[in-house]
T-cell receptor
Framework: GAVVSQHPSRVICKSGTSVKIECRSL??????MFWYRQFPKQSLMLMAT?????????EQGVEKDKFLINHASLTLSTLTVTSAHPEDSSFYICSAMRQRETQYFGPGTRLLVL | GESVGLHLPTLSVQEGDNSIINCAYSNSASDYFIWYKQESGKGPQFIIDIRSNMDKRQGQRVTVLLNKTVKHLSLQIAATQPGDSAVYFCAEDRNQFYFGTGTSLTVIP
């Protein structure tokens, strides 16, 4: 159990466009979902924490208007990178947590902005 | 500031040998720790966890040791295999997860 999926796994887009990434908990209901960003050979950087039905809590330095997070149900959270630019190219990873158990991570989404 | 960090950024071991990956944390109030394995281009994969009321926990070929006195966490992998090659992160749970830098483990056949 505790499978988390992400879609798409890879996306290439033009500068200025918006990209939506989905994160789903497939076999459990996630009370909380998290969005991370990871640059090559670096650790995971938490971007925001999302609870179902409420606004996401963003980490310091993360632009709320640029990285829109929607957590509409207990099994789905979406991250939309608005007006993407080349510096937004990164590996985006979500995780899901049920109650106070550990986090289970998705496979990640590789975003390349041209 | 508070941090979770790793002593060694890279580790190379011979296939069949045991591996030990270390992690230091600075918040003595942390009560839950997790080790994750991340293969190239993939998301982190849960390996093993331990709560602060324990000092050792064993899984299949893996053992986590927690020394609260010196705020140190280690992951031991027995009979390391090529498939164990990956980056290993420790994470500390303080209402949210704080990840260490990561140790890249390379298994030499």
């Amino acid at each position: 159990g505790a499978v988390v999926s992400q879609h798409p796994s890879r996306v290439i887009c033009k500068s200025g466009t918006s990209v939506k990434i989905e994160c789903r908990s497939l076999d459990f209901q996630a009370t909380t979902m998290f969005w991370y960003r990871q640059f090559p050979k670096q650790s995971l950087m938490l971007m925001a924490t999302s609870n179902e039905g409420s606004k996401a809590t963003y980490e310091q330095g993360v632009e709320k208007d640029k990285f829109l997070i929607n957590h509409a149900s207990l099994t789905l959270s979406t991250l939309t990178v608005t007006s993407a630019h080349p510096e937004d190219s990164s590996f985006y990873i979500c995780s899901a947590m049920r109650q106070r158990e550990t986090q289970y991570f998705g496979p990640g989404t590789r975003l390349l902005v041209l | 500031g508070e941090s979770v960090g790793l002593h060694l950024p890279t580790l190379s071991v011979q296939e069949g040998d045991n591996s030990i990956i270390n992690c230091a944390y600075s918040n003595s109030a942390s009560d839950y720790f997790i080790w994750y394995k991340q293969e190239s281009g993939k998301g982190p994969q849960f390996i093993i966890d331990i709560r602060s009321n324990m000092d050792k926990r064993q899984g299949q070929r893996v053992t986590v040791l927690l020394n609260k006195t010196v705020k140190h966490l280690s992951l031991q992998i027995a009979a390391t295999q090529p498939g164990d090659s990956a980056v290993y992160f420790c994470a500390e749970d303080r209402n949210q997860f704080y990840f260490g830098t990561g140790t890249s483990l390379t298994v030499i056949p």
